[in-house]
Antibody, heavy 115, light 106 residues
Framework: QVQLQELGPGLVEPSETLSLTCTVS????????WSWIRQPPGKGLEWIGY???????NYNPSLKNRVTISVDTSKNQFSLKLRSVTAADTAMYFC?????????WGQGTLVTVSS | EIVVTQSPVTLSVSPGERATLSCRAS??????LAWYRQKPGQAPRLLIY???TRATGIPARFSGSGSGTEFTLTISSLQSEDFAVYYC?????????FGPGTKLEI
């Protein structure tokens, strides 16, 4: 079955850019929507945005000015960039498959924003 | 943005008992609602989508109902692995939004 794995730095300095990549294995990235969802420690879930394998993306308006999601079908990967981060962006970041609901999730990666 | 609320915040039940969790949306989401279970240290797992359809591999003790603004997740006979946090999520309007969760505890 499809597996997703997030990779990226666990610590980002304030005002810098958070960058994560999700590798999709045991399945093709083609013909599906892919999402990023985050969860601050001890809190609920927030949908950051999603991208279709063709490259069309949509972002949560609360983050729209700071976020970019991209896809690389040749590598079966999609990526997240979140600019100008603050402590409020500290969270577990999940990559996921789906645009309406998520049927496959990565295990998540904790990103802490701190100097 | 559609605001999703859940009740109760915490539900104390015993194994083998029935649990009923509620979810409410601030405006109609038709049947565009999903339920997830999240165990500590894990990603959420999809249980129910379109309000009442069980996801692949989800046992029949899980059932969902409702439409519009009021939804219910029922777990008919609680197993040990069911003690976790449950989230509902609407996908009628973007951004898709989650409720704050209900913690099911013994």
């Amino acid at each position: 079955q499809v597996q997703l794995q997030e990779l990226g730095p666990g610590l980002v300095e304030p005002s810098e850019t958070l960058s994560l990549t999700c590798t999709v294995s045991d399945g093709s990235i083609n013909s599906y929507y892919w999402s990023w969802i985050r969860q601050p420690p001890g809190k609920g879930l927030e949908w950051i945005g999603y991208i279709y394998y063709t490259g069309t993306a949509n972002y949560n308006p609360s983050l729209k000015n700071r976020v970019t999601i991209s896809v690389d079908t040749s590598k079966n990967q999609f990526s997240l960039k979140l600019r100008s981060v603050t402590a409020a962006d500290t969270a577990m970041y999940f990559c996921a498959r789906g645009v309406n609901y998520v049927d496959y999730w990565g295990q998540g990666t904790l990103v802490t924003v701190s100097s | 943005e559609i605001v999703v609320t859940q009740s109760p915040v915490t539900l104390s039940v015993s194994p083998g008992e029935r649990a009923t969790l509620s979810c409410r949306a601030s405006e109609s989401v038709k049947s565009n609602l999903a339920w997830y279970r999240q165990k500590p240290g894990q990603a959420p797992r999809l249980l129910i989508y379109t309000a009442s359809t069980r996801a692949t591999g989800i046992p029949a003790r899980f059932s969902g109902s409702g439409s519009g603004t009021e939804f219910t997740l029922t777990i008919s006979s609680l197993q040990s692995e069911d003690f976790a946090v449950y989230y509902c999520q609407q996908f009628n309007n973007w951004p898709h939004t989650f409720g704050p969760g209900t913690k099911l505890e013994i």
